[in-house]
């Protein structure tokens, strides 16, 4: 006890803590930018791939997707419309009987004139981590463009590519239009990178895993 008391009286004990710490604190978070870095673009570079997965970021009051969503659905319409995606898979919540993301989301695509047989609907897409193991393991996806904020856009890539996808990241810039929740956006990611690290190495079953669903197949040989 004398020796640890001793150690934290030491000036450059304490001033060694202060710069450790925060390095370690960033460190999965620096992991996460710098290894998913070559497979994020912006909508006007990104390259075809034959699904596009839109995770989900709630909903208002009405069940209508709230902004940060509509963007992110925004996207997969222009991927769709101009041939960089074949199928959309949204994914979201629906635990209980009165909110329905994946639902929402698909009404908002059919709004913008995605085929509905072009859309596909995973209702178990209760996190990140989720979404990309049950495109994987459900749902057959092999290779798609993750499609999410910029902020959460390094930890979807980086577990969608460690549950098998190969994957691009296509962005949503949204700071112009909702600036506090992108500031606290990426405020949040950097604890939810070691989540998002621990994820990536052990690849925990989802919640609801469950039997193939041909979902996706039939959305690719659909015609458009």
């Known amino acids: 006890m004398k020796t640890l008391r001793g150690l934290w009286s030491n000036p450059w004990a304490w001033l060694v803590a202060c710069v450790l710490a925060p390095v370690a604190a960033l460190a999965p978070y620096t992991w996460l930018n710098l290894s998913t870095a070559e497979h994020r673009t912006g909508l006007d570079s990104a390259e075809p791939r034959p699904v596009a997965i839109v995770l989900g970021a709630g909903l208002r009051d009405d069940g209508t997707p709230t902004t940060l969503l509509q963007r992110r659905l925004d996207i997969a319409a222009e991927l769709y419309h101009s041939e960089r995606v074949d199928a959309v898979l949204v994914s979201g919540d629906n635990s209980v009987d009165h909110y329905n993301e994946p639902d929402s989301m698909r009404e908002y695509l059919a709004d ?3 085929p509905r047989t072009k859309i596909v609907a995973d ?33 979807a890539v980086a577990l969608c590519t460690s549950a098998g996808i190969d994957s691009q990241g296509v962005g949503d810039p949204s700071y112009h239009v909702r600036g506090v929740a992108t500031v606290y956006g990426y405020v949040r990611e950097v604890p939810a990178a070691f989540l998002g690290l621990t994820e990536a190495l052990t690849r925990p079953d989802p919640e609801f895993l469950g039997p193939r669903e041909p979902g996706v197949r039939e959305a690719l040989a659909a015609p458009r």
């Not at 989720?130 to 463009?145: M, N, P």
């Open 112 to 114: 913008l004139g995605v």
């Open 123 to 155: 209702y178990a897409g209760f996190s990140t981590w989720e979404t990309c193991a049950r495109a994987r393991r459900v749902f057959g996806v092999e290779a798609a463009t993750v499609i999410t904020q910029n902020f959460h856009l390094p930890r």
